[in-house]
């Protein structure tokens, strides 16, 4: 054997683990979803006993004149003793009239409802939330703080559904299901509904079953005043995700974060890819921040908390790094097609088996787990991959039916083209990142009615992936980091 | 609802209702052994 056949052999070797990794994700996925049924043992209610402390609840609001009224108006429609209620509304320099409607409700309700008004804003979410943390601090009239945004809808059991778990000392936070509400539901909405089912009534009941709590929704986080008080009664506000930093920080002081898929809050999310790409950036720097921010934690079991286990590590990696695992596949594809054509398309086979399984497995299940989302984004669901990437599974699923297909409509399968289809095949696995991020380029010009179409051909999941991978490089060129709102309109239903 | 014994009923409503995430996950392996067998068929 030469020196080019090892060189050849491990070279392959590395190809072929490169396309491994890829269905790394998709077997966590799959690993993850499994772990959900046993939610039906494994779950906090055994501990949880009707219970009403004293809650305030904190609203950080800016220019919220079109959504805050309504909040409120929910709020003090909550199924909860009203001597047990204060809604405190952080007004951060409002300059429209969220000052006026909140006076209105405090003069209708007063001892209820209490306008904290910062005359210096700008600052961000969590500064907001601070100053009306430390405020409500200042006496012990606080048994829990529920943190909420100024947009969100609650039902009228959530908050009881919530407080149920605090009679478990252990407990430190509760968080429930934010349900995509917009009144007027479009493409984009409706991929995001079905987005909040995959990640919170699907993976937050694993969470549960695995023991850690990967983030407090931050439109639903209940906090006990002593969990707050052991946090150093504020919010964190070094990182873009303070949401997720607190939910950790939680747990590492020894306390249960627990998520009750029955407790339903709607919230409107943002109706253009555009908007949706702005937010979603923010997190995913946020996540990136604290994933560094927390190097001493991952992979690491713990007696005092469950976010070093090695369950909650890969699920957490498995999502940051997915744009990694998909660029790593396609240049391992491309590269065995290189040194051997029929090897490369045994590993492509086998890997989109692997995921098809995967994903047909999660999709199913998770459409199941609220049947209106399921009956109202059926589409979504069927596309979430976009329409590219389903044709590629199912053709790497059943192979000889691209084939088959073009036979029917009088295209013979000759190598050229059988090359050309592989290549681009095993390309699209990355490259469909770069069409995502060109999807919401084109959703910024005015050719934005070809938004809907591209995003159902490219899919939702590979514009998730390519957000993760610009956090990834603005996080590199160390951009700046603004706290950017999203808009709302208050079209909320329910 | 303010009765505490309502409220617990609630709790054990929303624990039983739990259970039906073992049927919801049979009928997705179903459908995914399915598809195996008909891909096992369709390809020999």
């Known amino acids: ?494 | 609802m303010s009765d505490v014994q309502d409220q617990q009923a609630e709790i054990d409503s929303d624990r039983r209702a739990e259970r039906r995430l073992v049927w919801q996950a049979l009928v997705a392996i179903v459908v995914v052994a399915v598809l195996v067998v008909l891909r096992e068929w369709l390809t020999r």
């Not at chain 1, 100024?150 to 908050?159: H, N, P, Q």
Request: proline content about 4%; hydrophobic content about 50%; charged content about 20%.
């Open chain 1, 1 to 494: 054997m030469t020196i080019a056949d090892v060189a050849g052999t491990i070279l392959a070797v590395v190809l072929v683990a490169l396309v491994a990794a890829g269905a790394v994700p998709a077997l966590v996925a799959l690993f993850h979803f499994l772990a959900i049924p046993f939610h039906a043992w494994r779950n906090h209610y055994g501990k949880a006993r009707p219970m009403a402390p004293r809650v305030a609840i904190v609203i950080p609001a800016w220019n919220e004149g079109l959504v805050i009224g309504t909040t409120i108006d929910r709020l003090l429609q909550l199924d909860y003793p009203k001597d047990r209620l204060r809604i405190c509304v952080v007004d951060d320099a409002s300059t429209d009239d969220t000052p006026d409607v909140v006076r209105d409700r405090a003069a209708r309700h007063p001892g209820v409802v209490v306008h904290m008004r910062r005359e210096q804003g700008g600052e961000g979410k969590a500064h907001t939330l601070n100053h009306g943390i430390r405020m409500l601090l200042e006496d012990d009239w606080m048994e829990a703080l529920l943190i909420m945004d100024a947009d969100v809808i609650y039902r009228r059991d959530s908050l009881r559904k919530m407080t149920r778990h605090l009679a478990d000392p252990e407990v430190g936070a509760v968080t429930g299901y934010v349900r995509e509400g917009s009144a007027t539901k479009n493409a984009v909405t409706r991929f995001i509904a079905f987005e909040y089912v995959l990640a919170q009534i699907a993976s937050r009941r694993a969470q549960n079953v695995v023991g850690a709590v990967a983030c407090l929704a931050g439109g639903a986080q209940l906090h006990t005043r002593e969990n707050l008080e052991a946090l150093g009664g504020a919010i964190d506000t070094t990182t873009l995700a303070e949401d997720t930093v607190t939910t950790f920080e939680t747990q590492l002081r020894g306390r249960k974060v627990v998520f009750d898929p029955h407790a339903v809050v709607l919230a409107e999310e943002p109706p253009s890819l555009d908007a949706l790409w702005r937010q979603r950036l923010r997190w995913g720097r946020g996540n990136v921040q604290l994933t560094i921010r927390s190097r001493r934690i991952w992979f690491r079991p713990s007696r005092i908390h469950g976010l070093g286990s090695l369950a909650f590590g890969l699920s957490w990696f498995s999502v940051f790094l997915l744009p990694a695992f998909m660029i790593g596949a396609s240049i391992g594809l491309i590269g065995l097609y290189l040194l051997d054509s029929d090897l490369a398309a045994v590993a492509f086979r086998s890997l989109w088996v692997v995921v098809g399984c995967a994903y047909a497995f999660s999709m199913i299940f998770a459409a199941q787990l609220d049947a209106e989302i399921g009956r109202i984004a059926w589409r979504e669901i069927l596309l979430f991959p976009g329409i590219i990437s389903l044709v590629v599974m199912v053709v790497a699923f059943y192979p000889g039916l691209d084939g088959w297909l073009l036979s029917q409509v009088g295209v013979e399968m000759t190598p050229t083209l059988r090359a050309t289809l592989d290549l681009a095949s095993y390309a699209w696995i990355s490259m469909s990142m770069l069409a995502a991020w060109g999807v919401r380029q084109v959703d910024r010009t005015r050719a934005r009615w070809l938004t809907v179409p591209l995003l159902y051909l490219v899919g939702f999941g590979p514009v998730l992936c390519a957000v993760t991978f610009a956090a990834y490089v603005a996080e590199a060129r160390r951009l700046d980091r603004v706290w950017e709102k999203t808009e709302k309109t208050g079209r909320v239903a329910g």
